[in-house]
């Protein structure tokens, strides 16, 4: 409930003893346990006349519904008229990502080292060199509609 251990209850308990005494104790637990009834009832009545004064159209109107995550969760995430959990369901991240994985070792495995160690001997491609290409003098390279 309060996120209280045994530790610190026994704790609040000694202190409880100690600071009002067995004698006091006993009725200072009766007053606030008849304090925090009352407030629970004043928060009950409140709610029923808020509901009350609202009408018929808000009779199933749940006051949890105010938070922010509570309402996504019951009138977006639970009804699904969007067909989110189909859409999320439809993305399959780990074969994308071992096709672009696949993609860019073809990319980089198309780079021709001879190319390199012909320009400058060192090994490593020049990725700023324009690649030379089988293409005819005016002639357009193909187009890919995938690639646009």
């Known amino acids: 409930m309060l996120d209280i251990g045994p530790l610190e209850l026994?704790?609040?308990?000694?202190?409880?003893?100690?600071?009002f005494g067995p004698d006091k104790l006993p009725?200072?637990?009766q007053d606030v346990s008849r304090t925090l009834r009352k407030i629970r009832q004043f928060s009950e009545n409140a709610k029923e006349d808020i509901r009350s004064e609202l009408g018929p159209e808000f009779k199933d109107f749940e006051f949890e519904d105010l938070n922010p995550k509570t309402f996504v969760r019951k009138h977006v995430l639970e009804k699904d008229e969007l067909g989110l959990k189909e859409i999320r369901?439809?993305?399959?991240?780990?074969s994308e990502m071992a096709e672009m994985a696949e993609v860019t070792d073809t990319a980089h495995s198309r780079t021709a080292p001879s190319?390199?160690?012909?320009?400058?001997?060192?090994?490593?491609?020049?990725?700023?060199?324009?690649?030379?290409?089988?293409?005819?003098?005016?002639?357009?390279?193909?187009?890919?509609?995938?690639?646009?």
């Open 27 to 29: 009725k200072m637990i």
């Open 115 to 148: 190319s390199s160690t012909a320009a400058g001997g060192s090994g490593t491609p020049d990725l700023l060199k324009k690649r030379e290409s089988g293409l005819q003098p005016g002639e357009r390279p193909p187009y890919d509609a995938d690639a646009t």
């Open 89 to 94: 369901n439809g993305f399959d991240f780990k």
């Open 10 to 19: 026994i704790t609040l308990i000694v202190l409880a003893v100690l600071i």
